[in-house]
T-cell receptor, first 112, second 115 residues
């Protein structure tokens, strides 16, 4: 079975600085997708970024980028120029041939 | 209008009561899912449906049942609610696609409290 591990329950970043959220996963599948979802206090689950495992190039979406290390099964999210609106819980998720598997999430706070 | 809607948004009920959570979508997706979120546990899959005639159990289906009334509607029922079913419940949809396919789109969630 696939597992997703987010080992840090909380992180804090100063506004305008850069922060990296870590995620590791375990799988025996060769083709899969990885996602980062954001859950602000409104509790809505918002897709931030996705990465296809067959693509070597790291995905980017404006201030959000990932560092995808397939051999190490690592998928970290980098948030540049952090803003107050980035404060939320972030979930890493894995999607292979079966269900979407989530990590336990990390709470990110942004200091003004 | 939101693509995936859930009703009610918040519900407080008592132990032993039957309760239904409803989900509707206008995205035209075939696949629908129910998850629950508990603090420190992330989201866990309760049931999923790949089309109207296809219903499958997820990892935590005990105590729950579902009904796929139409392509656009997927309901979750708690036949006899218990306090440890207090959680945030999400409905999600996705397109039918290749294995490992596209992302899932989530509704706004239903906060359920069982006293």
């Amino acid at each position: 079975a696939q597992t997703v591990t987010q080992s840090q329950p909380e992180m804090s970043v100063q506004e305008a600085e850069t922060v990296t959220l870590s995620c590791t996963y375990d799988t025996s599948e060769s083709d899969y997708y990885l996602f980062w979802y954001k859950q602000p206090p409104s509790r809505q689950m918002i897709l931030v970024i996705r990465q296809e495992a067959y693509k070597q190039q790291n995905a980017t979406e404006n201030r959000f980028s990932v560092n995808f290390q397939k051999a190490a099964k690592s998928f970290s999210l980098k948030i540049s120029d952090s803003q107050l609106g980035d404060a939320a819980m972030y979930f890493c998720a894995y999607k292979g041939y079966s269900k979407l598997t989530f990590g336990k999430g990390i709470t990110l706070s942004v200091r003004p | 209008d939101a693509d995936v809607t859930q009703t009610p948004r918040n519900r407080i009920t008592k132990t032993g009561k039957r309760i239904m959570l409803e989900c509707s979508q206008t995205k035209g997706h075939d696949r629908m899912y129910w998850y629950r979120q508990d603090p420190g546990l992330g989201l866990r899959l309760i049931y999923y449906s790949f089309d109207v005639k296809d219903i499958n159990k997820g990892e935590i289906s005990d105590g729950y049942s579902v009904s796929r009334q139409a392509q656009a509607k997927f309901s979750l029922s708690l036949e006899s609610a218990i306090p440890n079913q207090t959680a945030l419940y999400f409905c999600a949809t996705s397109e039918q696609g290749l294995a490992g396919g596209p992302e899932q789109f989530f509704g706004p969630g239903t906060r359920l409290t069982v006293l």
